[in-house]
Every structure is written in structure tokens, then in C-alpha cells.
């Protein structure tokens, strides 16, 4: 019997490949490159030294001192505005007042012609909307008398004038309190700037943090080794100062013994002397209280508050911002201080504290701080004055 053909169609081998392993090696190598080109893109930032965060602190807080002299300038200007502004709509309401006034017995006048029988063009002149208007017609000019010619003109000159001057101040009063809040607004961008310094205090560990007192450390015993030389050389001066004088007054008085003695004059020394004192005392009594942008007491102050109130005790009157204080009194050396004396930092005069002597001063320092004593030298100087 014949063997019949099989219908089913012979399976075809499949030769056995690794196509798997090839894939998973790939999509390693992709990930890997995507990892490294991720890294190069986007590389993580250096941690800022102690030193930078220092620097940078210290500078936020220049730049805060800045910005609060400026803050301080406008609002004193701003409130000084105002009240000019608060003055002259007061005197427009006098003059409207005025002018109401007149309209009133001018209207009295039209109202006995009207009864006579007919409304004169002058009557109409004063009771017309617009008398300017109507008062520029000659026939009308004609008909009035030149007291009233002159009343009138008088008066709506003083009204233009009180109308010119309203407007001039508010415009000048909207643009102050523009400056104003862009002064706070940028005094808040300051602090921003400031809580982010404080972030990067607040993420040093341990040992920077202990690296970082000890920088201060440093820089504040140097501020008071310069104070303690600044001491020496003052009472160095004051005692040859003293021998002087003393030789003075002994050739003096041979002098009046033969009668042409001259005498010297110590009063303005010993008055500047009793203004320091009261000064030094206000300042000491605020010792301890808080540092606040723009404040001016009693209860926290900024550095120009503090000295502006202090002399206040004395009986003097300084202005409100660093920028203004340095420009009254005398300058004087910083080798020539006297306790009272105002001494100014930095070079945009952004900072200012009041001499005690030996070389320190009383101040509020910055934000944060509280009113201290400290050496003067614990920033640069820019100069200093004896305002009285």
C-alpha cells in the first residue's frame, strides 16, 4: 500500500537569536548618556564660602542702611509737602469763601435793579456762570464803576493763582508718595535679601558656624585695637594740650602783674562740653533697645534716629537722614573726635554713630541689633562733624 503524502506544511526552524539583552544593553547606554548629559547641563552650585556669606551679609546690610536714608528722606519731604499742600487749599477755601461773599452782595445789587424794573448788563455780568467771559466785553467795561473793575479783576487773580498752586501742589505731593512707596518697596526687596543671607547662616554646619564667629571675632578685636591706639594718642594730645595751656596761664599771669595780661577764652570748649554730656546720657539710657528701619524712638531707633534724638535732648535740631547730619556743624579729624562728636561710614554715608571717646561710639548697629557701644573702626570711616 502505498504511503500517502502529509497535507501539514513542514515547521520552519527559528534560528535562536539574543535580541533581549541587545535592547536592555542599549537603553542602559541611552539612560547613562541622558544621566551625563543632565549632569553636564544643569551642574550644582559651589556652597559659598564662610567668607562670601560674610561678605554678603555685611553688604545686604550696607545696602538695607542705604535704603533706609533714602526711605527717611522721602517721608520727611513727603510730610513737608503736605502740609504746604494742607496751607494752600486752606487759603483757595479763604479765597472761595471770599469770592462766595462777593457774588452774594453783587447779587443783592442785581436783584434792587431787578425791582427797579430791569436787569442792567452789569447786573447780568454778576450773576452770569462764566463772569470772566462776560467781563471781557468793552461795553460792559464801560458801564462798571473802576471799584469794581478792580475788585473783580483782583480777585479772580487771586483765585487763578490759589487754583494754579492747588494743582502744583498735589502733583508734587503724588509724585513724593510715588517715590515713597518705590523707597518701601525697595527696602522690602533689601530684607528679602537679608532673610536669604540669614538662610545661608542658617544652613552652615557646625564648624563653619564656629569659623565664622571666629572671623568676627577677629575683625572686632583689630576695630577695638585701633580704638585703644586711637585712646593713646588722644590723651597723649589732651595731656600736652594741658602742659600748654598751663604755661599759658602762668605766662599770663606774669604778664598781668605787669599789666598787659590778656587772659583766654574757654567758654565755647566748656559749652560744647555740657551739650556732649547731655547727648552721651540720652544715648547711654537707649542702650540695649532695638535697631528699627525708619524709626526715631522712644522705643527703637535707626542710626540717624538715635543721633537726631540725642542732640535733640541738648537743645539741638538736626536733620533726619545721614546725608543731611554730615553736612552741619564743622568737619573735625578723626584724631580730633571729641565725645558728642558724629562720625559717618562708609562711602555713601549710609551709617552714623555719636563718639563717647577712647576710640568708641553709641550707635545702632542694623537689623537685628540693638543700640551699643562699639569701637569706631568696626567700619570704614567716611568722616566726621561737631554739630555744635
Not at 203 to 214: D, G, I, S, V, Y
Request: hydrophobic share 35%; with cysteine.
Amino acid at each position: 500500500m502505498p504511503v500517502l503524502a502529509s497535507h501539514r506544511k513542514p515547521r520552519t526552524r527559528v534560528r535562536s537569536t539574543t535580541p533581549a539583552v541587545g535592547f536592555t544593553t542599549a537603553a542602559l547606554a541611552s539612560v547613562t548618556l541622558l544621566s551625563t548629559q543632565s549632569a553636564t547641563a544643569a551642574p550644582t552650585e559651589p556652597k559659598p564660602s564662610v567668607e562670601e556669606v560674610q561678605k554678603k551679609v555685611d553688604d545686604l546690610y550696607r545696602q538695607a542702611g542705604t535704603a533706609t536714608q533714602q526711605y527717611n528722606k522721602a517721608k520727611t519731604a513727603s510730610a513737608q509737602q503736605r502740609s504746604r499742600v494742607d496751607s494752600l487749599l486752606e487759603a483757595a477755601a479763604k479765597r472761595a469763601d471770599k469770592l462766595n461773599e462777593t457774588r452774594r452782595e453783587l447779587g443783592h445789587y442785581a436783584a434792587a435793579q431787578y425791582r427797579g424794573g430791569a436787569i442792567a448788563p452789569t447786573a447780568t455780568f454778576f450773576l452770569a456762570d462764566d463772569p470772566q467771559a462776560y467781563f471781557d466785553q468793552d461795553q460792559l467795561m464801560a458801564r462798571m464803576t473802576a471799584q469794581q473793575q478792580k475788585a473783580v479783576g483782583d480777585f479772580r487773580t487771586q483765585q487763578n493763582e490759589a487754583a494754579a498752586k492747588r494743582v502744583e501742589a498735589t502733583k508734587s505731593l503724588e509724585t513724593l508718595t510715588e517715590s515713597q512707596a518705590t523707597l518701601r518697596s525697595s527696602k522690602q526687596q533689601v530684607q528679602n535679601k537679608l532673610a536669604e543671607a540669614r538662610t545661608l547662616l542658617s544652613k552652615l554646619t557646625a564648624e563653619e558656624k564656629a569659623r565664622l564667629a571666629e572671623l568676627e571675632r577677629k575683625k572686632e578685636a583689630e576695630a577695638e585695637r585701633k580704638a585703644e591706639e586711637l585712646a593713646r594718642q588722644q590723651a597723649a594730645a589732651a595731656k600736652a594740650k594741658a602742659e600748654a595751656d598751663r604755661a599759658a596761664e602762668e605766662a599770663s599771669a606774669g604778664e598781668a602783674d605787669s599789666g598787659t595780661g590778656t587772659g583766654t577764652d574757654t567758654g565755647s570748649d566748656s559749652g560744647y562740653a555740657s551739650k556732649a554730656d547731655k547727648v552721651l546720657s540720652f544715648a547711654r539710657a537707649q542702650i540695649g533697645k532695638p535697631y528699627v528701619w525708619g524709626a526715631t524712638g522712644p522705643s527703637s531707633y535707626d542710626c540717624s534716629g538715635l543721633t537726631q534724638a540725642a542732640w535733640k535732648a541738648a537743645g539741638v535740631d538736626l536733620p533726619r537722614t545721614t546725608w543731611d547730619q554730615v553736612k552741619v556743624g564743622t568737619r573735625v579729624a578723626t584724631a580730633d573726635l571729641q565725645p558728642g562728636d558724629l562720625v559717618f561710614f562708609y562711602d555713601d554715608i549710609s551709617h552714623v554713630g555719636i563718639y563717647k571717646g577712647d576710640g568708641m561710639m553709641i550707635h545702632a548697629p542694623k537689623p537685628g541689633a540693638n543700640v551699643r557701644e562699639e569701637s569706631i573702626y568696626s567700619m570704614p570711616i567716611y568722616g566726621s562733624v561737631r554739630p555744635a
